[in-house]
């Protein structure tokens, strides 16, 4: 996820949801992913776009969300997920990806598109909004000069998520799959902003949402999964998270830039 600057959008950009597959802001998005990702080879492909917003699933809603200029032009975007689970949980939205062009980095463009998501989630009765993300600890060297070469500081990509409200959450989480011989991926951390009915500041919300329902963590994650790995394999991945949590109720949300303390008290796990 990687997220403009704090400032204002200017006024002639807008946000909008792409559903025609022949819309031409899907190929738009996919030159700016592949542009802005260091790896974009892990990245959901852009020939799949069309097929994701065009399927009917009550379980999993994918969106594309595009930011553009009055004349056309994209300046960024962003692939989410709408999943949600029964009863009190709610479910909650999932962020595959948003980037934002190297021209209108700063501009707020990355706030806007996020400020979308999650007047998206607030209308479908989600709780909040996951993503995740690279942690500059867990970083290799090749891939932090990697990622230099695209622009992008992972340090500073942090700073701007928690900006937005997003906060990492204190489990072990990794991807399943795309680390070394097809392993899991290591270097992300999970994130999650609550939504907050108030809109009160990040850090002035009420305790409650200083955590979160793990049931709503690996709910959540499993529905994400379901759709890349099977059900099966999925519900595996969840339980094993929950195992790694301790099962707990709720865990706790720490600071955008930080790790969870399961990485930053063992190096080298």
């Given at each position: 996820?990687?997220?403009?600057?704090?400032?204002?959008?200017?006024?002639?950009?807008?946000?909008?949801?792409?559903?025609?597959?022949?819309?031409?802001?899907?190929?738009?998005?996919?030159?700016?992913?592949?542009?802005?990702?260091?790896?974009p080879e892990m990245l959901i492909p852009p020939e799949m776009f069309g097929m994701l917003i065009t399927r009917r699933d009550p379980q999993r809603e994918d969106r594309l969300l595009v930011a553009q200029t009055r004349g056309g032009e994209v300046l960024g975007g962003t692939l989410i997920s709408h999943l949600p689970l029964p009863g009190p949980l709610g479910g909650a939205v999932f962020n595959s990806f948003m980037a934002v062009t190297r021209a209108a980095r700063g501009l707020g463009v990355g706030r806007a598109l996020h400020r979308a998501t999650l007047d998206g989630a607030r209308q479908a009765g989600l709780r909040g909004v996951f993503a995740d993300s690279v942690h500059?600890?867990?970083?290799?060297?090749?891939?932090?000069?990697?990622?230099?070469?695209?622009g992008v500081d992972p340090a500073a990509r942090r700073a701007a998520l928690h900006a937005l409200g997003l906060r990492t959450v204190n489990v072990p989480y990794w991807q399943p799959v795309g680390g070394p011989?097809?392993?899991?991926?290591?270097?992300?951390?999970?994130?999650?902003?609550?939504?907050?009915?108030?809109?009160?500041?990040?850090?002035e919300i009420n305790p409650d949402d200083r955590s979160v329902p793990l049931a709503l963590v690996t709910g959540v994650l499993r529905a994400y999964w379901t759709g890349w790995l099977?059900?099966?394999?999925?519900?595996?991945?969840?339980?094993?998270?929950?195992?790694?949590?301790?099962h707990a109720a709720r865990v706790g949300l720490l600071p955008g830039t930080d790790t969870p303390t399961y990485w930053s008290g063992s190096a080298g796990r």
């Open positions: 996820m990687t997220p403009a600057g704090p400032h204002p959008t200017p006024e002639p950009v807008r946000v909008r949801r792409v559903t025609d597959p022949a819309d031409p802001a899907l190929h738009a998005f996919g030159v700016i992913q592949e542009r802005s990702y260091y790896a500059p600890s867990r970083q290799g060297e090749e891939d932090r000069a990697a990622e230099a070469a695209t011989d097809g392993g899991p991926l290591t270097d992300l951390d999970l994130l999650y902003h609550p939504l907050n009915p108030d809109e009160t500041d990040p850090d099977g059900e099966e394999r999925a519900q595996a991945e969840a339980q094993a998270l929950a195992e790694r949590a301790g």
